[in-house]
Structure formats: structure tokens, C-alpha cells
T-cell receptor
Framework: EAGVTQSPTHLIKTRGQQATLRCSPISGHTSVYWYQQALGLGLQFLLWYDEGEERNRGNFPPRFSGRQFPNYSSELNVNALELEDSALYLC??????????FGSGTRLTVV | GNSVTQMEGPVTLSEEAFLTINCTYTATGYPSLFWYVQYPGEGLQLLLKATKADDKGSNKGFEATYRKETTSFHLEKGSVQVSDSAVYFCALSDALNTGFQKLVFGTGTRLLVSP
């Protein structure tokens, strides 16, 4: 069974640009969670998508957004990038009431 | 709000030593508790979990017991290997019955095992 796939693995952007990160969940999983792992800040919950809808978001500004597609894959968009957005972004998928499986992450560097 | 506190690292051990990484939590209700491991350059892997008081989670020689009376979920291993070197995260989730499985993580503890 294929795991959770994230792309790209690494992404380098300039301050002010937009970044798009992608996540393909495990087949049959309908929920996708996004987390940010920034240096010194630990792992912070960003967004939860389920059945194509944004269900909950963490304490992040609106320039962090995303969507979930009919095949349950998901995109995370970060607009107007700031230096402090540099982090490892982790996606996880789960069935409705089951446990998570994490992907390997996308490392975003803002210069 | 819910929170997880785990011991500062790094924890430095020799191979075959006994490992304890302390984790305590604050939560309303009855959370589920997890230990995740992150190897260099990789994402998080679930190591073990416990969903109710007195449950013991175990995997790959690691174990942790859900202690409600002390709000703790300490990770232990009897004999560590060099390959166990990684960052270990304690986490809780208090919403498994609602479908929303937000995890609250501790800050992580780096384990370094030398031969």
C-alpha cells in the first residue's frame, strides 16, 4: 500500500512569492491534516480537510490556505511568503475515525 | 488548553543503555496519547499509542503506559541501539470520537546513541 506522498520534497521561494505544496493521501483516507514544523516552534496544527471541505484551522493567518480535491488529495498554499514561513510542512491522512499516517514532508525555504 | 510537556534533550546514551523520556500532559476529558519518532530528514512515524488509562503501548522494544493519576506517558526502552537515534515526540489527541483528530505535540526530545 502506498503511503502519504508529498511534493515537492524541497521548495525554495523568495519573500513575497506564493508556495504550493501537495499531498496525496493513502487510498481510502478521506481526511488530510497539515502541520508546520518550524525551528524552535515545534509541530503546529495548520488545517484539516475532510470530504472536500475545510473543517478546522489552527492559529495561522489567512494567507495560509488550501483545498481538498474530489480524489481527497490536498494542496496547501502560502501567499505573501515571509522568512518565518521557512519550515517543514507535514501532511497526514486518516480514515474517518482511524489514526494518522504522515508523509515525509516538504521543506520550504524562504529567502 | 491541552498541552504536552516532554523533557529537554538531547539525551545521550551508550548502546544497550536503558532509556526513559518523560512526558506529561494537560487535557480535559480522556485524551489518547502517542509517541512519534522522526529520523533525520524524514516525516513522523507512529511509534506507539494508548487510548485509555492504564493501557500500555509497545512497539520495537519501546513501551509507554498511560497513567491518568500522574498525567504521564513516559517512553522506555530496555536496551537502546545506535539506530534508535532520532527525535521523539509525545502527543495527545482528545477528539477521536468526533472525527477531528488534531494532535498536540510536545517539543520533541533528541536521542543520540553512541556505539
Amino acid at each position: 500500500e502506498a503511503g502519504v506522498t508529498q511534493s515537492p520534497t524541497h521548495l525554495i521561494k523568495t519573500r513575497g512569492q506564493q508556495a504550493t505544496l501537495r499531498c496525496s493521501p493513502i487510498s481510502g483516507h478521506t481526511s488530510v491534516y497539515w502541520y508546520q514544523q518550524a525551528l524552535g516552534l515545534g509541530l503546529q496544527f495548520l488545517l484539516w480537510y475532510d470530504e472536500g471541505e475545510e473543517r478546522n484551522r489552527g492559529n495561522f493567518p489567512p494567507r495560509f490556505s488550501g483545498r481538498q480535491f474530489p480524489n481527497y488529495s490536498s494542496e496547501l498554499n502560502v501567499n505573501a511568503l515571509e522568512l518565518e514561513d521557512s519550515a517543514l510542512y507535514l501532511c497526514a491522512s486518516s480514515p474517518k475515525y482511524g489514526g494518522y499516517t504522515f508523509g515525509s514532508g516538504t521543506r520550504l525555504t524562504v529567502v | 488548553g491541552n498541552s504536552v510537556t516532554q523533557m529537554e534533550g538531547p539525551v545521550t546514551l551508550s548502546e544497550e543503555a536503558f532509556l526513559t523520556i518523560n512526558c506529561t500532559y494537560t487535557a480535559t476529558g480522556y485524551p489518547s496519547l502517542f509517541w512519534y519518532v522522526q529520523y533525520p530528514g524524514e516525516g513522523l512515524q507512529l511509534l506507539l499509542k494508548a487510548t485509555k488509562a492504564d493501557d500500555k503501548g509497545s512497539n520495537k522494544g519501546f513501551e509507554a503506559t498511560y497513567r491518568k493519576e500522574t498525567t504521564s506517558f513516559h517512553l522506555e526502552k530496555g536496551s537502546v541501539q545506535v539506530s534508535d537515534s532520532a527525535v521523539y515526540f509525545c502527543a495527545l489527541s482528545d477528539a477521536l470520537n468526533t472525527g477531528f483528530q488534531k494532535l498536540v505535540f510536545g517539543t520533541g526530545t533528541r536521542l543520540l546513541v553512541s556505539p
